[in-house]
């Protein structure tokens, strides 16, 4: 693996002071907000001057119980080719659940949700990275998530986890400190132990942010200054092994260059200073896959924990987003501040992609948004959440005032399209609303 050095997740908002900051080696963009035939002007400057960039995906729910989506590995190992990037991340998590292992509709979670550490979620999600290992040109990496939340049952740590994940696949590791940190606070689990569990060698590079807390919940925004305790995970970690490359992750709410740089500063001498403690020695091989029948999928199905897994994470996601009963084991109250979190998050990403909405419901956006959001699951990702919001409103003849039903409605007849021709349900269905609208 490749010396890194210090660097910065690269987002729009802040692309030019990135260019501008002394001392980045590299930067990580995030994979689904980037088009490889029309990448970010800013980006092809940076690699110009020979800045590595490394595509983090957020959408392939390799935690999940289906099998990784060809469509979603094909345009992330596009990135990795269009960036001439040395690897690719993405996380251990699942966003989605339901579909036709379960007979139920897709849902989708908007957000990275925790697998359950148990022997039939390692199995699939080791066959899983296997699948996306082949399917992508350059090394894969995987993240460590935080939560809110803790699975009834778990039969591993986090760091045993992560262990037998690389034993089985030699997949590398992307470690968060800041997660690790709310996992902490919001799970009660020891930092320490899981640095001392993981396999410090697989690590390719870590990630470092901030977060805040509020009625003893640490919320991992990546809006907030980097704290103290955050860091001191970071010099235990760097005191064990010196990690390939060390970034910082800031998604909002972005403070002034120079403030992100004092951060870069803070983190730079994190590292110096437990670099007198760290193992003197050149860079950790990458942990080669323990080849076995089982492991390596020849004589293994996966196919019945694929469906326990299945069954769970559809419970879990749909009295998440859609109200149905908490299943047996979750802790009612913890799982109660997780759907307001989706929900929030969810409102301010739909406001983001369809930044219209704000400026036509203005004060009412947000309210009305939360109070769909409870009874209404994601089901087709943002930019058609926000269409189902609007259609939603229009059809129960909100808002009150004409003047902004009226260009609520404009809006959304101009973005649904022209009614479709086929003589699906879903086409029915859109011609009868654009009728019912279009008479109003």
């Not at 296997?130 to 049952?153: M, Y």
């Not at 262990?163 to 709310?182: C, E, F, K």
């Not at 390596?296 to 199905?301: F, L």
Request: glycine content about 8%; aromatic content about 4%; overall charge negative.
């Amino acid at each position: 693996m490749e010396r890194l050095g210090t660097g910065i997740g690269w987002r729009p908002e802040i692309a030019n002071a990135v260019e501008r900051m002394p001392g980045i080696d590299w930067v990580e963009a995030v994979a689904e907000n980037l088009c490889p035939g029309h990448l970010p002007e800013s980006l092809l400057r940076l690699r110009e001057r020979g800045v590595t960039v490394i595509p983090h995906g957020v959408s392939l729910g390799l935690g999940g119980a289906d099998r990784p989506d060809a469509a979603r590995l094909t345009a992330l190992a596009e990135r990795a080719e269009a960036l001439g990037s040395p690897l690719v991340t993405e996380h251990i998590a699942f966003v989605r659940a339901g579909g036709p292992l379960t007979a139920s509709p897709l849902l989708e979670a908007g957000h990275l949700l925790p697998v359950p550490r148990t022997r039939d979620a390692l199995d699939v999600l080791c066959e899983n990275i296997r699948i996306a290992q082949d399917a992508l040109p350059v090394p894969l990496a995987v993240e460590n998530i935080a939560a809110l939340i803790s699975w009834p049952g778990e039969e591993m740590s986090e760091g045993q986890f992560l262990y037998d994940l690389v034993d089985r696949t030699g997949v590398r590791l992307l470690i968060d400190v800041a997660n690790l940190h709310t996992n902490h606070v919001n799970r009660g689990e020891d930092p320490a132990k899981a640095l001392d569990e993981l396999p410090v060698e697989a690590i390719a590079y870590v990630h470092v942010a901030g977060g805040f807390e509020r009625d003893g919940v640490w919320h991992d925004s990546h809006a907030h200054p980097v704290p103290q305790p955050v860091l001191d995970i970071l010099s235990d970690l760097a005191s064990r092994v010196t990690p390939p490359g060390v970034l910082l992750e800031r998604d909002e709410n972005f403070p002034e260059p120079g403030e992100l740089e004092r951060e870069l500063v803070a983190i730079r001498g994190t590292l110096e200073r437990a670099g007198a403690q760290a193992p003197k020695s050149s860079l950790p091989e990458p942990v080669a896959p323990r080849e076995t029948a089982a492991d390596t999928g020849a004589d293994i199905n996966t196919d019945p924990a694929r469906q326990r897994l299945a069954l769970a994470q559809t419970a879990l996601l749909s009295a998440l987003v859609g109200g149905t009963p908490v299943p047996e084991g979750f802790d009612r109250v913890r799982l109660g501040v997780q759907a307001r979190a989706l929900a929030a998050k969810r409102a301010d990403v739909v406001a983001k992609v369809a930044e219209e909405l704000p400026q036509i419901l203005a004060e009412g956006y947000r309210p009305a948004f939360l109070a769909y959001a409870q009874g209404h699951p994601m089901t087709g990702g943002y930019r058609r959440d926000a269409l189902d919001f609007a259609e939603h409103l229009l059809l129960a003849g909100r808002p009150e005032d004409a003047e902004t039903r009226r260009r609520l409605r404009d809006w959304w007849l101009e973005r649904s399209g022209p009614a479709p021709l086929s003589g699906h349900p879903a086409a029915r269905l859109a011609r009868a609303t654009r009728r019912v609208l279009l008479r109003r």
